[in-house]
């Protein structure tokens, strides 16, 4: 029998986009032959993982999982809305959120490689895309591990929150992770925003108040009066609370004992360009091509 080189099985992965382990097992099933190991994983796994491998996934569900003083929240991407409901799709969405919570990986990548059912991640992640036709990839997650008190909060499948805090009351980590859903903060406190995001801002502040024709110094308290609001605006701490309008965050917490150390929230697709197009237009050729095959 030839013997399976690691070249090869890469060489075979290159071509047909097809887990590791399958090429592994195609080339020793064709005794080393390329062609041959080739065409038994497109019988098995047929064209759709390496046609669907490069397309945009902007699209998809956020997750979350949270147990014994771990959290988690997990973002997996496909390319329609269809898809992001289909069952096989969100199992594999909650297989992802529990594996993370029992492994710290420092990235996707080192989790791609993670043992899931008999396979890896990547493996099974392949296999999915050859059985629903579509891209899927897991776009990122966080991983919380504490002694405080965690939380979170799901928007539909669309919209998560992870939330670490501190109290003797079990509805304020909810209450601020909703509250985080709804009002997209940030950072915790105005000194935790980024400065890419105050420098932007100022920017524009400067802009507009250049056009007032008012005098410099004046130019200048106007500019640093809108950064100010900005800050405030965009740190959790600082917004009023969605539930009480007369209150900040800050003062809710201060009035329930309790604190917060950190959040996350993940909104699907936010910052992937999608893809524009007529959708019609393509299923229509794709229907016409299959038909003249």
């Known amino acids: 029998m030839a013997a399976i080189t690691a070249n090869m099985v890469a060489e075979l992965r290159a071509k047909t986009d097809a887990p590791v382990m399958e090429c592994k097992k195609a080339l020793t099933e064709a005794e080393g032959d390329m062609e041959r190991a080739e065409e038994l994983l497109r019988v098995k796994l047929g064209n759709k993982a390496s046609k669907a491998a490069s397309r945009v996934t902007a699209e998809g569900i956020v997750t979350s999982h949270i147990a ?32 993370i919570a029992k492994h710290h990986s420092a990235d996707v990548a080192v989790l791609s490689a993670l043992q899931l059912e008999s396979s890896t991640v990547d493996a099974v992640r392949l296999a999915l895309i050859g059985k629903i036709g579509e ?13 405080n008190k965690l939380a979170s909060y799901l928007h539909g499948t669309r919209i998560g929150v992870l939330v670490e ?103 699907v697709g936010e910052g992937i360009e999608k893809r524009t197009g007529d959708f019609a237009g393509e299923v229509a050729a794709q229907v016409a091509a299959a038909k003249q095959g």
């Not at 891209?135 to 002694?147: D, K, L």
């Open 135 to 147: 891209n899927v990839s897991v776009r990122r997650f966080v991983r919380f591990e504490s002694a």
């Open 68 to 99: 014994d003083g771990v959290g988690v929240l997990v973002e997996l991407n496909c390319e329609t809305d269809f898809v992001a409901k289909n069952d096989d799709f969100l199992a594999f969405g909650k297989a992802m959120a529990e594996l």
């Open 165 to 267: 805090f501190t109290g003797a009351d079990e509805q304020v980590g909810k209450d601020v992770a909703m509250h985080v859903a709804a009002m997209k903060p940030v950072s915790l406190s105005s000194d935790d925003v980024p400065a890419e995001l105050i420098a932007k801002e100022r920017s524009i502040a400067e802009q507009k108040a250049a056009e007032s024709g008012k005098p410099a110094e004046i130019v200048a308290k106007m500019v640093d009066g809108s950064v100010q609001k900005y800050l405030k605006e965009v740190s959790l701490l600082n917004q009023t609370f969605v539930k009480n309008d007369k209150q900040t965050i800050e003062q809710m917490l201060k009035a329930a004992g309790a604190s917060v150390q950190k959040f996350a929230l993940f909104v």
